[in-house]
């Protein structure tokens, strides 16, 4: 995995929203954002990601902005957020465009949070 130091910049990327709203990393976001990650299938991404929920329900909306990247399609997404309880804000890395985000990370499992 491509390691992001604090004071570096990370990767870009541009990916659309499970509502097909496109969402540009380091343009899009406020403050700081964490990112993690999913597969629908992976059984530690079930596990992980309500989870985080919690968290961030805890945390508020105000210390930090956390975006879900699945590399599932729109559907099958939205129907994991649903089953799962994510409310935060999840777009698609896509497979079929190469997993532009996955890849600019150099991500070789899920999930991955940073």
């Known amino acids: 995995m491509t390691h992001v130091n604090a004071g570096q910049t990370a990767p870009g990327f541009s990916l659309k929203g499970l509502e097909g709203k496109s969402f540009r990393w380091r343009t899009d976001e406020k403050g700081p954002v964490r990112g993690g990650v999913l597969k629908i299938s992976c059984p530690v991404c ?34 994991f957020a649903r089953e799962y309880g994510a409310t935060f804000p999840i777009v698609l890395d896509e497979k079929e465009k190469g997993y532009p985000a996955s890849n600019a990370y150099g991500l070789t499992s899920v999930p991955t949070i940073s």
């Open 46 to 79: 079930q596990f992980t990601f309500p989870f985080l929920q919690r968290l961030i329900s805890a945390m508020g909306t105000a210390a930090v902005t956390f975006l879900g990247i699945s590399q599932d399609d729109a559907k099958a997404t939205a129907s």
